[in-house]
Every structure is written in C-alpha cells, then in structure tokens.
C-alpha cells in the first residue's frame, strides 16, 4: 500500500489494483480469524502485554477447543517480529493445546500467501481503528478513501464474515 521495496515503482492506482485483486483472493480463501488489538496506554509494562494477551488467547483457544481439537495438527507461523507476542503465543497456545499437536513454524509474509492475508487482516483492522479515532495517515486516505461507512462496506465488512 505504502509504495516501498518492491512496490515502489509502481503508482497508486496500479498498487490499488493489486490490493484489490489480494481481496478478491482473501475473500475466497478457506480460514476463520481472530484479532487482537491493544492500546499501549492500556498496559503498563512489556509484562503486563504479555500477560493479557497470554490471558484473552487462552480464553479464546478454551471459548473455541472444541474446534482446534479437530484437527491432527496445529501450525502456528509467526515471524518472530515482536518477542512479547511471540512469549505470550507461546505460553497460551501450550498450555490449551497438546504440545504433540502443535507445529511452530518461523514464516515470511514472501514465502506464504496465508501470511500475506493475515498481515492484510491486521491493516484492515488497524484501519478501522484509525477510522473510529479520527488519525488516519495520509496513505489510509489515498487507499481506503476518507469515508468511513464505504471503508467498512467495501473492505471491513467483506472480509469480517471470516471472523471467529
């Protein structure tokens, strides 16, 4: 969206083009997700993060054991980009789940597709955030509009129906 790396020859209208083919393919992928967002003014200390996010992951993977508990195996990739985040995966997906039963894999969003889509669902998330809080960035405005009702129509609310 940014136009940076790999993108960054191309204009907007080409990048935009993109975005909206990766949502067509999202839309029709198979999977279910779950987001969590915190503000840093809610939580104290790296600790404290680790902690809550540890506590509603275990709560959500309990609320929805019925579902993990019917596959053989459970892949977690992660790209290891934040050590509170992955301290706290870690600690909640062991202690719900058999640690037989579960794969760790160190992912990348070039080398999977499925990744790609979970960073997309974080974005939209994020923005909806910024949307609700009045701070959206230039670039959140060049790409989604300045509209939040047709921001959630047109890429939100598509994409939610695959929400946990």
Same mark, same amino acid.
């Given at each position: 969206?940014?136009?940076?790396?790999?993108?960054?020859?191309?204009?907007?209208?080409?990048?935009?083009?993109?975005?909206?083919?990766?949502?067509?393919?999202?839309?029709?992928?198979?999977? +279910?997700?779950?987001?969590?967002?915190?503000?840093?003014?809610?939580?104290? +200390?790296?600790?404290?993060?680790?902690?809550?996010?540890?506590?509603?992951?275990?709560?959500?993977?309990?609320?929805?054991?019925?579902?993990?508990?019917?596959?053989?195996?459970?892949?977690?990739?992660?790209?290891?980009?934040?050590?509170?985040?992955?301290?706290?995966?870690?600690?909640?997906?062991?202690?719900?789940?058999?640690?037989?039963?579960?794969?760790?894999?160190?992912? +990348?969003?070039?080398?999977?597709?499925?990744?790609?889509?979970?960073?997309?669902?974080?974005?939209?998330?994020?923005?909806?955030?910024?949307?609700?809080?009045?701070?959206?960035?230039?670039?959140?405005?060049?790409?989604?509009?300045?509209?939040?009702?047709?921001?959630?129509?047109?890429?939100?609310?598509?994409?939610?129906?695959?929400?946990?």
């Amino acid at each position: 969206m940014n136009g940076h790396d790999d993108y960054a020859a191309l204009g907007l209208g080409e990048r935009k083009r993109l975005l909206a083919a990766f949502e067509g393919l999202a839309r029709r992928l198979p999977f +279910s997700y779950k987001v969590f967002a915190y503000r840093r003014s809610e939580v104290s +200390s790296p600790e404290a993060f680790i902690a809550r996010f540890k506590r509603d992951l275990v709560n959500f993977l309990t609320d929805n054991l019925e579902f993990f508990q019917g596959f053989d195996r459970v892949k977690i990739y992660y790209d290891n980009g934040q050590q509170m985040v992955t301290s706290a995966l870690h600690g909640a997906i062991d202690f719900t789940l058999s640690k037989d039963a579960v794969l760790y894999r160190l992912a +990348s969003a070039q080398d999977y597709r499925l990744f790609q889509t979970v960073d997309y669902l974080c974005t939209l998330e994020l923005t909806d955030v910024k949307y609700r809080e009045k701070c959206l960035t230039e670039t959140d405005v060049k790409v989604f509009g300045a509209d939040y009702q047709a921001f959630k129509k047109n890429h939100l609310a598509r994409i939610r129906r695959k929400a946990m």
